[in-house]
């Protein structure tokens, strides 16, 4: 639909309705391998990584945000973690260094999906909508779901921040 659509390489944000789905299945498939790439997750946010894996709802808000895009079917496919690491920018001109900021903790970039799991303290300097709140849902919960979801793009070599990301078309 994506790829074939009168509107293709026009849209800056995709619509999405569906009387019946499973959001809460679909976070989960997502996050599984997102929390295996995320090094020691578990450790740190023991209580998200326990709904992801047993398909319980989760209420509270465990400290991460799984975010979600679109992005063009060109787009390089990257796929890895950082979990707890941190990126700081060092000027060749001898001014100050940036304040050195979270990474995030895992990221699946595979057209047309761009995934993201981050810390919630920085999530929302992300381009991406924040599904975090699909976790509250079961595996097998049937709900109506509308949704909006940016076109993004790597800018950057390494990705590992917000500023690797930016808008674009799809």
Partial sequence: MLVESPAARRRRVVQFAAPRVRPGRFARAALAGMVVLAENLWQTHPDFV?????GEPLSADAGMRFLMGVTPWEERREIHGAHRRVAASVLLDGSPPAKP???LSAMV???PFSLVL???EVAATYPHTDCTPWLE???NEV???S???????IVSDWVATARDYE???V
């Fill in 50 to 54: 326990e709904a992801v894996r047993t």
């Fill in 101 to 103: 900021e979270k990474t």
């Fill in 109 to 111: 970039q595979w057209a």
């Fill in 118 to 120: 981050v810390d919630s």
């Fill in 137 to 139: 849902f079961g595996v």
């Fill in 143 to 145: 709900v109506p779901l």
């Fill in 147 to 153: 949704l909006q979801l940016p076109c993004v793009r």
């Fill in 167 to 169: 808008h674009s078309l």
